[in-house]
């Protein structure tokens, strides 16, 4: 299952709306991530563990170094670890 960016702005909508919905991130809750960033022109992915859905941010814990908090603005995808093969670091 991989979030687009579109479905990750429709989440964010509803939340501005005061709209009830479950949350976008609620299944990837102890998963084993990768989550791509948009960081200016470069698009930058993040593996590790998925721990925490907070109000505008998500808590990563990296296979490497301490837990992140990503602003959920910069999210352009999340897709299941073990599928990801292609490189850490792009340019847009």
Do not use: N
Request: proline share 5%.
């Amino acid at each position: 299952m991989e979030l687009t960016a579109t479905q990750l702005a429709v989440a964010e909508d509803c939340r501005m709306y005061g709209k009830v919905i479950e949350s976008t991130f609620e299944p990837w809750l102890g998963q084993s991530v990768v989550v791509q960033l948009a960081l200016g022109r470069v698009k930058l992915s993040v593996r590790g563990t998925f721990l925490e859905d907070r109000e505008e941010t998500l808590l990563v814990r990296p296979e490497v170094g301490p837990d992140l908090e990503i602003p959920k603005a910069k999210v352009l995808a999340i897709e299941e670890a073990c599928r990801w093969t292609e490189p850490m670091i792009s340019f847009l």
